[in-house]
């Protein structure tokens, strides 16, 4: 096949207030590209996997930033439908210090990529893939973004190929009645499916205790692999081979988005590999990389991952 992983969502351009900054007085903003199942892509690129990404963007400079920043570290960039018309998905986040929560202000209606159609995209070449990448939060958008998003599932389940899935539950784009609605036939579909214990409760009415829940969710949806995150309390694996909690160290943190990205970027690279505990090692390694440096997209070599799990310094 030509690629280990491919996937579809929005590219977009995140604003990034300094620290102990409010929007309505910051005076300046920290300027980066992002996108959910981009930062997935590009991560697993950087892992030495063979990646694609595919979007739908305005042509323009902002465009050209979404483009540059995954490109450079090898996602297949060639199957991105670009337009003559309308503007790049836009986010502003305020990181918040404790006790203030951080916070997201969306700016991302009238984009090219809310009108997506199946038709625009090249089916074949993105599914000659070993597995499609899929998530709640494009789903979300709209009901021409969730129908892409249904089709390119369905596609790959008539094919034969796996499908992962990131429930990435967003209060802000919709309720939890429409994610489970629109989510809940692609997650019987999936081969492993990533899913909070806070999303397992809103979004499909599961609300055991810690690892409970992820077997629960299992064996609802008739996933073969659940992983799920729940804060500082851990991670929980369930598999037909059994269930198993992962510890969580706090780190410094200097930016939390994207790190979800990457632990579901790490968790996959394992997985790919026919290890999925070694991913969640790898996972929860590289998102403890990504709070602590500025951007959505992680950048780790395979390398540096590779050493970081058996040694404080790399000599």
């Avoid at 599914?127 to 790959?156: C, K, P, Q």
């Avoid at 939890?176 to 999936?190: Q, W, Y």
């Avoid at 851990?234 to 909690?245: Q, R, V, W």
């Amino acid at each position: 096949m030509t690629y280990d992983l491919t996937t579809i969502g929005e590219g977009q351009i995140r604003f990034t207030c300094e620290r102990g900054e409010r929007l309505q007085t910051a005076r300046s903003l920290r300027f980066t590209a992002a996108g959910s199942e981009a930062n997935v892509s590009g991560l697993l690129s950087e892992l030495g996997r063979s990646t694609a990404w595919t979007t739908k963007l305005p042509k323009g400079e902002l465009a050209d930033k979404i483009a540059l920043e995954y490109s450079a570290v090898g996602v297949d960039m060639s199957h991105v439908v670009m337009t003559d018309h309308g503007r790049v998905a836009l986010y502003f986040l305020e990181p918040g210090e404790f006790p203030l929560p951080g916070k997201v202000t969306y700016d991302r209606e009238y984009t090219p990529f809310r009108d997506i159609v199946p038709e625009e995209f090249n089916w074949d070449a993105l599914l000659d893939t070993r597995v499609v990448f899929l998530t709640g939060i494009t789903a979300a958008l709209t009901d021409n973004t969730a129908r892409v998003v249904r089709y390119f599932a369905d596609a790959a389940a008539e094919r034969g190929v796996d499908i992962a899935l990131d429930v990435n539950f967003r209060s802000l784009l919709w309720s939890g009645e429409k994610a489970r609605e629109v989510l809940e036939p692609i997650a019987r579909t999936a081969s492993i499916l990533f899913c909070s214990r806070s999303d397992a409760r809103i979004v499909f009415g599961i609300d055991g205790e810690g690892v409970d829940s992820s077997h629960a969710l299992r064996e609802e949806m008739g996933v073969p692999t659940v992983v799920s995150t729940d804060g500082r309390n851990g991670t929980y694996l369930s598999t037909a081979e059994g269930d198993k909690t992962y510890e969580i160290r706090s780190v410094p943190v200097i930016d939390r988005p994207g790190a979800g990205d990457s632990f579901v970027a790490g968790t996959l690279h394992g997985w790919l590999d026919g290890d999925v505990d070694r991913g969640i090692q790898m996972g929860t390694k590289v998102a403890q990389f990504a709070l602590t440096h500025h951007g959505d997209l992680t950048h780790v070599r395979a390398a540096e991952l590779e050493g970081s799990l058996s040694s404080d310094i790399v000599r």
